[in-house]
């Protein structure tokens, strides 16, 4: 069986949870190897054997890192021409998308991004214009490259080899043309990430700029806090967490929108969520079109409410 | 200092989007308009331009009707447009998209900059300036949400998930902007007026050099097998909050095993 690369999601040496989805997948099309790029390979070894990882390519040149993407797309083009994989799978986020865009063109590859499902073949589902069609798609020419978003797979077990093999790369000076120069870590909110979140928390422009009830029902449910364009650009809310066409798209199990009207750009980043619940003082706001359950009422009120009760269970 | 912008003409999102028989998108039964988010990056050209000298090329692919996003660039202030039309072209993938892009560039002769917006509305991949970089051989400046160009050296700011970055290169490169860097601008009567008499050149594949087997639906790296509209999402239960919509919500919630 041909091998199935796919390039490990991690923050720092951390392995990020659509690497085990991811794992999952390629076992449907291939044997895994993964490609762990940056510090904390080894660390990351034992997980990632156990998720099915036959063989772990490491790249430990810190150079790999910081020149944004053209180095990392360097590494899987000389692997895709020493392995002959089966398909290389990318997570599907801005960065992985552009590892993978110039990974195509290097290996004259067909791309498919923004990927929910693999199947053999490998054929591909994407969900396109803003959630209402579902496209199957396929690579016709070259090594499938596959960008694939979280939660697109449960993560099972498998008990893979995991060999260990550093490589060395060495990294073109066009790929090393732009350069990180510098990086000021952001206060993380202690919350699950966005487009990992089991449950996606959202609030809008209706909070008027207090969030702190959209938090705390978030934190009732151990819930992702999101916002609308509207609450980001008035500086209510990092950009990191907008939802939306160009903020994350999310596909949780429960999203709960609080004083947000669903404007389409808002909803292609939140429609195939499995369900839907809006707080909303208006019962003409288009968000209720969509919804499983919805509340006519004020978020301030509904709310606390809300959070009461479900802390008392 | 000369830009050329890349800007793509897509179907309207408030309109009924889908696809024709052959699964590529339908562009003819939907209006159409200059994607929104490439009108950061006309703007941001502009503001390069207006803060020295130089001139703003912005450059399309796309059939006849794609005409407009030229048009409203020039309006916005552009200088002047080039409008890649062959029938050849449609139903191109990334791949395709980027290699004609490229080569465009190529004629126009390559410029101190290269601006597209972060990603398309359509089919929003995120992909085309990548591309553009790998293939014209340019420094990669993406994802841009504050840009300054100074010296022959660009610098940005990215507005990342676990930190913001500052990102530096020589010029002449490839940058892309996020809907967060500037405000773009209407374009006003005397722009409107102004861009009747912009130039605006039509080339063909042939003008290009590009051999029509490298293009097209025909000749796509990926194929879309099959395309289904989902059955719009039925509306669930809707209350009014009289004093007890936060505990209904949480009964939804337990009995559907979210508590
Ligand atoms: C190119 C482009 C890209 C975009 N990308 C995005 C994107 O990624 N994400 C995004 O979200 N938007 C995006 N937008 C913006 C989008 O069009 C909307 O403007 C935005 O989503 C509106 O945010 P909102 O729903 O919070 O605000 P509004 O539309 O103003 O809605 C506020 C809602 O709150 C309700 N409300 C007010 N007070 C209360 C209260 N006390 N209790 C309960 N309800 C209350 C109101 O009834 C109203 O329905 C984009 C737009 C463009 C043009
Ligand atoms: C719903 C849908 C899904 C698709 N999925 C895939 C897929 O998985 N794989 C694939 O290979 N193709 C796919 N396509 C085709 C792809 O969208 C087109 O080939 C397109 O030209 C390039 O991708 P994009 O529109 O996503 O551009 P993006 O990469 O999102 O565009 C970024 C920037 O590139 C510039 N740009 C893009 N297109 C043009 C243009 N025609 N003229 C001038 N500048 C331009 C603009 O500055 C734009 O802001 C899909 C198309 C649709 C409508």
């Known amino acids: 069986m041909a091998e199935v690369l796919v390039l490990i999601d991690h923050a720092n040496g951390e392995v990020k949870k659509p690497a085990a989805e991811m794992l999952t997948i390629a076992r449907r099309l291939g044997e895994p190897s993964a490609v762990f790029i940056g510090p904390g390979a080894e660390t990351a070894k034992d997980l990632l054997a156990r998720y099915g990882a036959d063989k772990i390519y490491a790249v430990s040149d810190p150079a790999a890192l910081e020149h944004l993407v053209a180095p990392q797309a360097e590494v899987l083009a000389q692997l895709v021409a020493e392995k002959q994989p089966a398909a290389v799978l990318i997570p599907s986020n801005a960065a992985g998308k552009e590892i993978g865009a110039r990974l195509a063109v290097k290996t004259e590859s067909g791309l498919l991004t923004d990927v929910v499902d693999v199947q053999a073949g490998p054929v591909t589902t994407q969900s396109v214009f803003a959630g209402s069609y579902s496209v199957e798609a396929k690579v016709s020419k070259g090594t499938p490259i596959i960008c694939v978003k979280p939660n697109s797979a449960a993560p099972e077990q498998a008990n893979g080899a995991g060999s260990f093999e550093e490589l060395s790369v060495s990294f073109s000076d066009s790929a090393k043309a732009s350069k990180i120069t510098a990086s000021e870590p952001k206060k993380a909110s202690g919350r699950p990430e966005l487009t990992e979140a089991a449950i996606v928390v959202s609030g809008g422009r209706g909070t008027g700029g207090d969030f702190s009830p959209v938090e705390a029902f978030a934190d009732s449910l151990g819930a992702a806090v999101g916002a609308s364009r509207a609450a980001v650009d008035a500086g209510w809310y990092p950009h990191s967490s907008q939802v939306g066409q160009t903020g994350k798209q999310v596909s949780p199990q429960l999203y709960v929108a609080a004083g947000i009207s669903g404007a389409i750009q808002h909803r292609a980043g939140m429609q195939t969520s499995k369900t839907i619940v809006a707080i909303n003082k208006d019962e003409e706001a288009p968000i209720f079109e969509l919804v499983d359950f919805g509340v006519v009422g004020d978020l301030f009120t509904v709310l606390p409410q809300a959070t009461e009760t479900v802390k008392g269970k | ?259």
């Open chain 2, 1 to 259: 200092m000369n830009i050329v912008v890349c800007v793509k003409h897509v179907p309207d999102a408030q309109s009924d989007r889908g696809f024709n028989e052959d699964n590529t998108t339908d562009r003819e039964g939907v209006d159409g308009l200059l994607s929104e988010l490439d009108e950061y990056a006309v703007e941001q050209a502009l503001q390069i331009v207006e803060a020295g000298e130089g001139e703003v090329t912005v450059l399309t692919i796309g059939p006849a009707a794609a005409a407009e996003a030229v048009k409203k660039s020039l309006q916005m202030g552009a200088d002047k447009g080039v409008h890649i039309c062959d029938d050849a072209i449609a139903g191109s993938d990334a791949l395709a998209t980027s290699l004609v892009l490229a080569e465009a560039i190529k004629k126009i002769g390559t410029p101190d900059i290269v601006l597209t917006g972060m990603a398309s509305t359509d089919g929003t991949m995120g992909v085309v300036p990548a591309m553009l970089a790998e293939r014209l051989g340019l420094p990669q400046v993406t994802y841009a949400s504050e840009l300054s160009v100074d010296g022959g050296v660009a610098t940005m700011r990215r507005d990342g998930d676990t930190a913001s970055e500052t990102i530096q290169a020589s010029l002449p490169a490839l940058i892309s902007v996020t809907d967060q860097i500037n405000e773009p601008r209407y374009p006003s009567f005397k722009g409107i007026m102004a861009a009747k008499k912009k130039p605006v050149e039509e080339w063909t594949l042939a003008d290009l050099g590009v051999d029509a087997g490298q293009v097209g639906l025909a000749n796509a790296a990926t194929a879309v097998v099959a395309t289904t509209k989902r059955p719009p999402r039925e509306q669930g239960t809707i209350v009014t909050d009289e004093g007890d919509g936060g505990t209904k919500l949480a009964e939804f919630l337990t009995t559907n095993k979210f508590v």
